[in-house]
Nanobody, 120 residues
Framework: QVQLVESGGGLVQPGGSLRLSCAAS????????MGWYRQAPGKERDLVAR???????NYADSVKGRFTISRDNAKNTVYLQMNSLKPEDTAVYYC??????????????WGQGTQVTVSS
């Protein structure tokens, strides 16, 4: 069973930085798009940033210029560098990926989520 495991969340003051990581493992043949989404209390889960296998990126308007998504295909890992964090960035951040398994199936997978809290 494919797994996505996130790390790097935590508590940070406004203006600070955090780096999230998400590693995919088990029965992976290849990975297409990878991305990060977030969900604040009482709100829907929204796209933060997404990156294609070749490196094409897209970002939510609210994070452009502050967040950077990147990936290491050799490690099956996607990163989210978050700078100039604001209280409104507080949410649970979820990793997402479209993965071809070794069994020949393409499925969309979610990580378990990591809490990011921006507060003084």
């Amino acid at each position: 069973q494919v797994q996505l495991v996130e790390s790097g969340g935590g508590l940070v003051q406004p203006g600070g930085s955090l780096r999230l990581s998400c590693a995919a493992s088990r029965n992976i043949f290849s990975i297409n798009g990878m991305g990060w989404y977030r969900q604040a209390p009482g709100k829907e889960r929204d796209l933060v940033a997404r990156i294609g296998r070749g490196g094409t990126t897209n970002y939510a308007d609210s994070v452009k210029g502050r967040f950077t998504i990147s990936r290491d295909n050799a490690k099956n890992t996607v990163y989210l560098q978050m700078n100039s964090l604001k209280p409104e960035d507080t949410a649970v951040y979820y990793c997402n990926a479209d993965i071809w398994s070794t069994g020949g199936f393409l499925n969309n997978y979610w990580g378990q989520g990591t809490q990011v809290t921006v507060s003084s």
